[in-house]
């Protein structure tokens, strides 16, 4: 049971155009959302997040956009950089402080980023 | 900071033979993690400590694998005996507890390939 999709394996941007990167997900639970980037031979970095109390969250060149109702994020990079290239993971997880899955992350399947000069 | 450590980097061993992965959580993180990445996937959660017990670990195959957090600092994964379908990329991370912070450190993994 797959409950954070990534639909596309692979995406293909030029350089100074704008990403976008997309997840869908299952759990109505998930409140909390993150996207994490990875390069070859390390281990995934933390890139943004979103509360479900929020609709978008901005940082930098990075921007996660969530709709709830659809249960669907998604990341912009803007502009794109040949040094974004990388893949992408979306995770989610459950609030829930007092019990047993605090902090638990349920990743997507990533999606493959490459920024052509 | 100081990181997430692992090792070793790359193991390569036969079928049915046991191996050990090491995990050093960044000082001060109260909860560690280890996922298993398999190639085309995205992390999968093993095991979940806060401090040295254990949290969660209802996608452990517990007949194969343990893992303990002595002194809930370093902590140890241990496959025996392991199977073809093992061959992965063990990632450990750690994270603070408090706060409702949920942003989770990653070390760089260990490759594990089971022949």
């Known amino acids: 049971d797959q409950q954070v999709k990534q639909n596309s394996p692979s995406l293909s941007v030029q350089e100074g155009r704008i990403s976008i990167l997309n997840c869908d997900y299952t759990?109505?639970?998930?409140?909390?959302f993150l996207w994490y980037k990875k390069y070859p031979a390390e281990g995934p970095t933390f890139l943004i997040s979103?509360?479900?109390?929020?609709d978008k969250n901005e940082d930098g060149r990075f921007t996660v956009f969530l709709n709830k109702s659809a249960k669907h994020l998604s990341l912009h990079i803007v502009p794109s950089q040949p040094g974004d290239s990388a893949v992408y993971f979306c995770a989610a997880s459950t609030a829930n402080a007092g019990g047993t899955s605090y902090g638990k992350l349920t990743f997507g399947q990533g999606t493959i980023l490459t920024v052509h000069p | 900071e100081a990181g997430v450590a692992q090792s070793p980097r790359y193991k390569i061993i036969e079928k049915r033979q046991s191996v050990a992965f090491w995990c050093n959580p960044i000082s001060g993180h109260a909860t560690l993690y280890w996922y298993q990445q398999i190639l085309g996937q995205g992390p999968k959660l093993l095991i979940q400590f806060q401090n040295n017990g254990v949290v969660d670990d209802s996608q452990l195959p517990k007949d194969r694998f343990s893992a303990e957090r002595l002194k809930g600092v370093d902590s140890t994964l241990k496959i025996q005996p392991a199977k073809l379908e093992d061959s992965a990329v063990y990632l450990c991370?750690?994270?603070?507890?408090?706060?409702?912070?949920?942003?989770?450190?990653f070390g760089p993994g260990t490759r594990l390939t089971v022949t």
């Open positions: 979103i509360s479900s109390i929020k």
């Open positions: 991370a750690s994270s603070r507890t408090s706060g409702g912070s949920y942003e989770q450190y």
């Open positions: 759990n109505s639970m998930f409140d909390y």
